[in-house]
């Protein structure tokens, strides 16, 4: 493939423009150049088939050769985590899961990308950013590790053909936190008086394994006034009272069904697909979970994706709209990459709006676009599908925070160990108050930080 003409590139960024994008128009280098990308397989076919589309089309614009490969989700986990350890690394990561980007950027693994990101961060959500700013406790500083592409945040899903089925309306539901969770028993109580006597109100994940109990209790904590738990400072607060009790409030919230029969007994050692498939297979009403993964497992079962309903965070007890937590997922470059100029150049073209845009289109929007202009603008987001919508409009436009392991990578070991979720076990199994639990789990977690000094705001 040859390299296009200086006239062919302004040619496109014509194009671009006149589609009412303004894109900076790739230009490619002058040898050709082979970028080795290792990115995350997709969990919907689609997904896949969009990447492949971006590969080709950035393989046609620019001369270069993208080597890719499209890995699970888990074994990608796995193998890059042993590629900063090797030294084997590729030119391009996809990050795998929460705890990758925040550990090693402070273990300086990763090339900053600032370069990249902050010519374009005028486009983007602040939260959007936020994902991507980790501290390096080698420079003493926060940079951009990684490129903002997919963002995703929990909203809440269920049944709305159970809820009608117990004799109730969608519109019944209320829309205040305590009484949006507690509409959900009855329904149970409703449904098993039907003869369905296998199924549950919750879904929640009250497990030790993946990352969906931890964001699970840390928005739960949010919800009743704990959104300062860790601040954008990278500072632990496990010391304010106000923390404490929405710590206390949240646990007590997340166990007390589970106690009472309202979640399936199962979900202790349930992984993140697991309640993605009970809820599929109407095990229960009710399910919190990250995305609309959920719902766009059903897309080609229009009766099933029509019966179930996305649902964003109701509001606080106290009326006021509930901070929803963002995560981001993007590409990132370790170092030892041998195409380093190479692999900035395929993410500048991979964060183009429209380029974007298509990409995340073509996987169905299962993640959200990280650019608010381009979400207004393109009705797909805001006004073609009411799951894409509710989930659009809360990872953008609602009150929002990044994942705390964006603020202090300290959180990610005390995940890692799932100390909160530990701390539900004692309650749930062993017996253990509340307020004891909590407090346990707030000694460990300042043990843990305290190994996580951030010198630079």
């Known amino acids: 493939m040859t390299n296009p003409s200086r006239r062919s590139v302004l040619r496109r960024s014509l194009g671009l423009i006149a589609a009412g994008t303004l894109a900076r128009p790739y230009i490619a280098n002058a ?28 393989e046609k614009a620019s001369g270069d050769k993208v080597d890719y490969s499209l890995i699970p989700n888990a074994p990608l986990r796995q193998k890059e985590i042993s590629a900063i350890e090797s030294g084997g690394v590729p030119d391009v990561m996809e990050v795998a899961d929460i705890r990758f980007t925040p550990l090693n950027a402070w273990d300086d693994h990763l090339l900053a990308l600032d370069d990249i990101v902050e010519p374009e961060k005028f486009r ?29 945040t929990w909203p809440f899903h269920f049944w709305g053909s159970l809820v009608e089925k117990a004799g109730y309306k969608v519109s019944d539901v209320p829309n205040t936190w305590d009484a949006f969770l507690d509409f959900f028993m009855p329904v149970q109580d409703k449904l098993r008086g039907q003869g369905m006597r296998n199924i549950y ?48 409030k949240g646990i007590v919230k997340l166990t007390a069904p589970y106690m009472k029969g309202y979640v399936p007994p199962g979900v202790v050692s349930w992984n993140d697909a697991d309640d993605n498939n009970a809820f599929h297979s109407k095990l229960m009403v009710m399910d919190f979970d990250g995305s609309i993964s959920t719902e766009l497992a059903l897309y080609n079962k229009k009766e099933e994706y029509d019966a179930t309903v996305t649902h964003g965070l109701p509001l606080g007890n106290d009326g006021e709209k509930v901070h929803a937590q963002v995560v981001g997922f993007g590409p990132t470059i370790p170092k030892g990459a ?23 289109k073509g996987g169905l929007g299962r993640f959200a676009i990280p650019i608010p202009g381009m979400a207004k603008s393109d009705p797909f987001w805001l006004k073609e599908d009411p799951h894409r919508t509710v989930h659009t409009e809360q990872t953008l436009f609602g009150p929002t925070l990044p994942i705390y392991e964006a603020y202090n990578p300290a959180i ?20 253990m108050a509340p307020e004891a639990a909590i407090d346990k789990a707030f000694k460990r977690a300042n043990e843990i930080f305290a190994k996580y000094p951030i010198t630079q705001a």
């Not at 840390?218 to 929405?246: C, S, W």
Request: with cysteine.
């Open 31 to 58: 040898a050709a150049k082979t970028v080795e990308a290792w990115w995350n397989q997709g969990y919907l076919p689609e997904e896949d088939v969009a990447f492949r589309a971006l590969v080709a089309d950035y």
């Open 124 to 152: 983007f959500s602040p939260t959007a950013l936020g994902c991507c700013y980790h501290y390096n406790n080698t420079t003493k500083k926060r940079a951009y590790y990684m490129a903002p592409m997919k963002l995703g």
């Open 201 to 248: 109100a919750y879904g929640y994940q009250l497990t030790g394994n993946g990352g969906d109990p931890i964001v699970t209790f840390n928005q739960f904590m949010i919800a009743y006034g704990g959104k300062g738990f860790i601040t954008p400072d990278g500072k632990l607060h496990t010391d304010d009272p106000k923390v404490r009790e929405a710590a206390v």
């Open 338 to 360: 041998k195409n380093v100029a190479a692999a900035k150049e395929f993410i500048r073209y991979m964060l183009e709006p429209k380029v974007l845009n298509q990409y995340l």
């Open 412 to 431: 990610a070991q005390v995940d890692a160990e799932h100390v909160f979720s530990v701390a539900e076990f004692d309650v749930m199994k062993n017996g």
